[in-house]
């Protein structure tokens, strides 16, 4: 089954320092791929997608992820960490074979020390 | 305006009450969804309505019944729910299908059942 996996529960990182939040999927052919962000509480915010094209894409707030065909990963990183990341990162999938919808990761918890 | 805006943003609800959340969004999106988040869980897709017209129902108890009455907005009525039915209710939108689209997030219902 199409799964998606990310394999962190918890980060913990101190400002400043860079960052690399992982994801695998399992899924034959190249999905959709999507980064979200949640803050306690709130809705999510789409960080960045790729589709196709070049394997590297920028997003929102200095994130940029990698997409891995190899190695069925899409990885987000960032190179400097600020306070105001702390949040849950979710990687989300959509392929045509789940329909109208995303899978999403179990999410990553990230927690800036200062 | 690239907001889905969902209200109310708390709600607490007897097991015998009938209430409704709603979600609003003028982004000329056709597809809306409602998704429930347990704490420290990804997002659970319930409902996706494509063009007002209810597209997919992951199984969903009949406590919940959704209603899309026009195209920018998206209810769900809610009847007899239980305890483990409390949970955050997301509301979402997509120009398109949301595997290869953006999918944009309300800010949430938190929902008590007591």
């Known amino acids: 089954a199409q799964s998606v996996t990310q394999p962190d529960i918890h980060i913990t990182v101190s400002e400043g320092a860079s960052l690399e939040l992982r994801c695998n999927y399992s899924?034959?052919?190249?999905?959709?791929l999507f980064w979200y962000v949640q803050s306690p509480g709130q809705g999510l915010q789409l960080l960045l997608k790729?589709?196709?094209?070049?394997?590297l894409v920028q997003g929102i707030k200095g994130f940029e992820a990698e997409f891995k065909r190899s190695q069925s990963s899409f990885n987000l990183r960032k190179p400097s960490v600020h306070w105001s990341d702390a949040a849950e990162y979710f990687c989300?999938?959509?392929?045509?074979?789940?329909?109208?919808?995303?899978?999403f990761g179990a999410g990553t918890i990230l927690r800036v020390k200062s | 305006d690239t907001e889905v805006t969902q209200t109310p943003k708390h709600l607490v609800m007897g097991m015998t009450n009938k209430k409704s959340l709603k979600c609003e969004q003028h982004m000329g999106h056709r597809a809306m969804y409602w998704y429930k988040q347990k704490a420290k869980k990804p997002p659970e897709l319930m409902f996706v309505y494509s063009y007002e017209k209810l597209s997919i129902n992951e199984s969903v108890p009949s406590r919940f019944s959704p209603e899309c009455p026009n195209s920018s907005l998206l209810n769900l009525h809610l009847h007899a729910l239980q305890p483990e039915d409390s949970a955050l209710y997301l509301c979402?939108?997509?120009?398109?299908?949301?595997?290869?689209?953006?999918?944009?997030f309300g800010q949430g219902t938190r929902l008590t059942v007591v």
């Open positions: 979402a939108s997509s120009q398109g299908q949301v595997m290869n689209t953006e999918a944009f």
């Open positions: 989300a999938v959509g392929a045509r074979e789940y329909g109208n919808k995303l899978v």
């Open positions: 790729y589709f196709s094209g070049d394997t």
């Open positions: 899924y034959g052919a190249t999905p959709y």
